[in-house]
């Protein structure tokens, strides 16, 4: 399974770098936030503009793309 983990991206760079990973890989994927809700809300941005469902883990910072 890939993961892409956003500790150390800056805010501004979020949109590009989730946009990117999630259009050049097949699910199941991983995305690690953290527990910054503005990440969360960036990450979160970025799914639901691409029609991509996802959901919550059990752990808090990952966001699964399955």
């Known amino acids: 399974m890939k993961k892409l983990d956003l500790h150390g991206i800056k805010h501004e760079d979020v949109d590009r770098v989730v946009e990117n990973f999630v259009?050049?890989?097949?699910?199941p994927i991983d995305i690690i936030t953290g527990n910054s809700q503005k990440m969360q809300e960036l990450v979160l941005d970025v799914l639901n503009r691409n029609g991509i469902d996802?959901?919550?883990?059990?752990?808090d910072g990952v966001i699964k793309i399955l």
């Open 54 to 59: 996802w959901e919550r883990w059990a752990m």
């Open 23 to 27: 259009l050049l890989n097949e699910p």
